[in-house]
């Protein structure tokens, strides 16, 4: 049972358009939703992070949108380039004890036109 | 400073055969986390580790095993491979177990035919 469910599969911007990826889950349990960037070949890199106590985070081009009530939560990336273009995962963790348990959406693969 | 590194970088292994993929966190960190990332998807925890004991574990049968040494590298053994098995293999490292933060390192490229 797929407990983060990531949407588009796939997505093209134009450069300094503004993607946005988006992530729901069902276990309210959970306390902590990272996002992480992979590029072809390499792990996971860890972009930006939120807790449920907070609605929006910013670092950088990057931003977190977070809607507790819907279970419901998104990346934006600002301004974005053709460097942005990888996949990007969510995730979720800090349920059931086993906090180091992330339970990861499928993935966007973004594609950033010059 | 360097990050989390794995070993080896790629491996071929035969249906049956077994293998062992290594680990070393972060200087300081003290919990290991172990993935299988299958190509197209988002990584499956298998194992967590902090100061050696086993604190978590992922859907996977008990041909995949793991343990911590006292310098908190870490290793993963999988037994009596499948084709199933064949995937990137992702360690993360945090600080200790309660700590939500987790840094992958490169991962091992596991085929087996």
């Known amino acids: 049972q797929q407990q983060v469910k990531q949407s588009p599969q796939s997505l093209i911007v134009q450069k300094g358009g503004i993607p946005i990826i988006n992530c729901a889950y069902e276990?309210?349990?959970?306390?902590?939703f990272p996002w992480y960037q992979q590029f072809p070949g390499k792990g996971p890199a860890l972009l930006i992070a939120?807790?449920?106590?907070?609605s929006e985070k910013k670092e950088g081009r990057f931003t977190i949108s977070f809607n507790k009530s819907a279970k419901q939560f998104s990346l934006h990336i600002m301004d974005s380039q053709p460097g942005d273009s990888a996949t990007y995962f969510c995730?979720?963790?800090?349920?059931?004890?086993?906090?180091?348990?992330?339970?990861f959406g499928k993935g966007t693969k973004l594609s950033v036109k010059p | 400073d360097a990050g989390v590194t794995q070993s080896p970088t790629h491996l071929i292994k035969t249906r049956g055969q077994h293998v062992t993929l290594r680990c070393s966190p972060i200087?300081?960190?003290?919990?290991v986390s172990w993935y299988q990332q299958v190509l197209g998807q988002g990584p499956q925890f298998i194992f967590q580790?902090?100061?050696?004991?086993?604190?978590g574990r992922g859907n996977f049968p008990d041909r995949f095993s793991a343990r911590q040494f006292p310098n908190y590298s870490s290793e993963l053994n999988v037994n009596a491979l499948l084709l199933g098995d064949s995937a990137l293999y992702l360690c993360?490292?945090?600080?200790?177990?309660?700590?939500?933060?987790?840094?992958f390192g490169p991962g091992t490229r596991l085929t087996v035919t």
């Open positions: 993360a490292s945090s600080l200790a177990a309660g700590t939500r933060e987790q840094y």
């Open positions: 276990n309210t349990a959970f306390d902590y």
């Open positions: 939120i807790r449920p106590d907070v």
């Open positions: 995730a979720a963790g800090g349920y059931g004890g086993s906090q180091g348990n992330l339970i």
């Open positions: 200087s300081g960190h003290k919990s």
């Open positions: 580790y902090y100061e050696k004991e086993e604190r």
